[in-house]
């Protein structure tokens, strides 16, 4: 009597728990379970906002490290295949030769989208009405890829749409000279064009306001520049906007007076 308990209590603890498990299951399968979960923004975690690019730019510009003749074996891959842990330095800016993605302005939209960001600067009054536009025969424009090394989700694709160099005299008068465009947005980071104004004939203040709220930059504030002889020009005003996890970005709004040539750089 006790020995067939003890077979039966023993057989219990041996089948019971496999056919507790296929209980479970068969009332599992071929059933849809909808769960909420409080994680619906998780794909958009790394996306940066305007401050942020702002920042990523202007650090992967003056902080390059390598050449880029170095790092072409890199270009072929896209930023999430590159090896990130045999990169020197903290920032990259290089050539993007496998060519915008799906979301991105093309090569052939390049040129249309410039002149459409230009035409808005001249609305605003950041640019001068009499700036042309820009033709697809007379420029050059390169996709780059501007990555933190450190932290590769940040980055970011940008165009440099440049005045080209292989037509000889070629008149730069009312002209952009360079710029870099947010190759998804479209809108201009960084310009320098030759202009018919003077410097006392702007209102810098008001155009870097402009800018800022084009680019749709936040926490804008003066800044007094350390060492004001790093400027190659007297006629300039920096501003400083927050970046990246306490960062900072540097915007310059100047004049080079003989060439009469205005520009708005980020450091």
Known sequence: MILGAA?????????????????????????IVVEETNESSEGYRYTLNSNEKLHLLSECLNHQVLPESELSAMTRNSASDMDYENLIGSYSFVMNRQGPSGREITK???YEV????IGMLKERGVLPDHVKEIEASAYDAV??????VLEPQNNMSVWKVSLSTSHQNTDKANRLIDAYIDAVSGRIYEFYVR?????????????VEEWGNYIG??????????NPLLETTPNYI???FPGIEGGSTVVTIGFYEGINELFIKIT
């Open 114 to 117: 410039c002149n459409r960001e």
């Open 108 to 110: 052939e939209e390049i």
């Open 7 to 31: 077979l039966l209590i023993l057989a219990g603890s041996i089948l019971g728990p496999e056919q507790l498990a296929r209980y479970k299951d068969h009332g599992m399968l071929n059933q």
């Open 217 to 226: 930059l936040t926490g804008q504030e003066a800044y007094e520049s350390v």
């Open 238 to 240: 920096k501003y400083r």
């Open 143 to 148: 996709l780059y890829s501007a990555i933190d």
């Open 195 to 207: 202009t018919e104004s003077t410097w006392a004939q702007m209102q810098p203040e008001k155009m």
